[in-house]
């Protein structure tokens, strides 16, 4: 069973939108390609709304272990994605996760009453 690092993201003070987007989205991917043993990367940008999100975005990495994620983050490449991160990133939190699924998406998209409860954005 795979493992996911769950990071979610608040970008640097004085750092505006588009830059953040240039930085964590067209840039940070390369970044994370380089670590050893990553399966997959995921990014999340928050929407721009009339509320103030408490993060600006969320990313999950996979990895086949649990030491896989000490082996990577212990690596070179890791050096280097945390310093190219100090750019862009004011804070995050993260945690290691195993995935769920509870709804998959097949069953969601045939059943009318998941469809209707669910909100639009």
């Given amino acids: 069973m795979t493992v996911k690092v769950v990071v979610v993201v608040r970008r640097a003070e004085g750092l ?11 840039e940070h991917p390369a970044f994370v390609r380089r670590l ?12 721009q709304h009339r509320r103030a999100w408490p993060f600006d975005g969320m990313a999950e990495i996979e990895f086949d272990s649990v030491g896989s994620v000490a082996r990577a983050f212990d ?3 890791a050096k280097a994605l945390f310093a190219h991160e100090n750019h862009f990133i004011g804070s995050l939190d993260w945690f290691i996760s195993h995935e769920a699924i509870v709804v998959p998406l ?9 469809r209707s409860s669910a909100s639009p954005i």
């Fill in 36 to 47: 050893p043993g990553v399966r997959g990367y995921r990014q999340s940008l928050a929407i």
């Fill in 16 to 26: 505006s939108r588009d830059e953040f987007i240039q930085r964590w989205i067209d």
């Fill in 75 to 77: 690596s070179d490449e």
């Fill in 106 to 114: 097949e069953e969601a998209e045939g059943d009318p009453a998941w």
